[in-house]
T-cell receptor, first 113, second 115 residues
Framework: QQQVKQSPQSLIVQKGGISIINCAYE??????FPWYQQFPGKGPALLIA?????SEKKEGRFTISFNKSAKQFSLHIMDSQPGDSATYFC????????????FGEGTQLTVNP | KAGVTQTPRYLIKTRGQQVTLSCSPI?????VSWYQQTPGQGLQFLFE???????NKGNFPGRFSGRQFSNSRSEMNVSTLELGDSALYLC??????????????FGSGTRLTVV
C-alpha cells in the first residue's frame, strides 16, 4: 500500500530531447507528489511537486503530469541538457504515512551532448 | 540562508561499534527527518522529529535511534553496527510537520562505511 514504483531504471536521451520518467502509487491517501534530483555526492534536491487536485504543473523545462484515476504521475524534461544528467526520484506523502516521504527506486538519466 | 548541514561527511567504523551522526537544519525549520540511502533498498525513512518529539518512525530495528535538541539540531545513533548499515544517511529539514506541501530540504549526507 505504501509503495511507489518508478520506471525506467535508466534513461539515455540526446541533448534537446524529451526525458520522461513514470511513477505509480497504490495508496490513494497520498496527497503530495514531489520529484527530486540527485547529483553524485549530494543529497536529493526538490525539483517540482504536485497535489492530486491538479493534473499538470509546469516549472521551466520540467512538467509533472498527474493521473489520479490511474494512480500515476510522470516527470517530463523538455529540451534535455547534459547538465540534467542525474538520478531522479519520485516520491509521495500523506495518509497514514504522515510526513514521511515514500520514494520510488530512482532513474539514472544520462543526456548525451 | 545556510542549508542543511550534516557532519561528518564520511565515517568508517568497525562492526559492533556505535556511531552518532549530526544534522543542523535550516534556520527556523523545526522538523528534521532522517533517511537511509543504499543501492539495494533506495531511500528509506528512518524517523522524524518535530519540537524535540519523535513524530514518525520507519521500519528499522531499535539499534537506530535519534533525538532532537531545543535548537532543532538532531542526532541519530546507530549501535552495534552491522556491515549492512553501510549507507548514505540523509537529513532533511522542513518548516513544519505533516502538513500538505511542506518542502523538505536535504543535506549532502554522511557516508557511513562499516568494515
Amino acid at each position: 500500500q505504501q509503495q511507489v514504483k518508478q520506471s525506467p531504471q535508466s534513461l539515455i536521451v540526446q541533448k534537446g530531447g524529451i526525458s520522461i520518467i513514470n511513477c505509480a502509487y497504490e495508496n490513494t491517501a497520498f496527497d503530495y507528489f514531489p520529484w527530486y534530483q540527485q547529483f553524485p555526492g549530494k543529497g536529493p534536491a526538490l525539483l517540482i511537486a504536485i497535489r492530486p487536485d491538479v493534473s499538470e504543473k509546469k516549472e521551466g523545462r520540467f512538467t509533472i503530469s498527474f493521473n489520479k484515476s490511474a494512480k500515476q504521475f510522470s516527470l517530463h524534461i523538455m529540451d534535455s541538457q547534459p547538465g540534467d544528467s542525474a538520478t531522479y526520484f519520485c516520491a509521495a506523502k500523506g495518509g497514514t504515512s504522515g510526513s514521511r516521504l515514500t520514494f520510488g527506486e530512482g532513474t539514472q538519466l544520462t543526456v548525451n551532448p | 540562508k545556510a542549508g542543511v548541514t550534516q557532519t561528518p561527511r564520511y565515517l568508517i567504523k568497525t562492526r559492533g561499534q556505535q556511531v552518532t551522526l549530526s544534522c543542523s537544519p535550516i534556520s527556523g525549520h523545526r522538523s528534521v527527518s532522517w533517511y537511509q540511502q543504499t543501492p539495494g533498498q533506495g531511500l528509506q525513512f528512518l524517523f522524524e522529529y518535530f519540537s524535540e518529539t519523535q513524530r514518525n518512525k520507519g521500519n528499522f530495528p531499535g539499534r537506530f535511534s535519534g533525538r532532537q535538541f531545543s535548537n532543532s539540531r538532531s542526532e541519530m545513533n546507530v549501535s552495534t553496527l552491522e556491515l549492512g548499515d553501510s549507507a548514505l544517511y540523509l537529513c532533511a529539514s522542513s518548516p513544519g510537520t505533516g502538513g500538505r506541501g511542506y518542502g523538505y530540504t536535504f543535506g549532502s549526507g554522511t557516508r557511513l562505511t562499516v568494515v
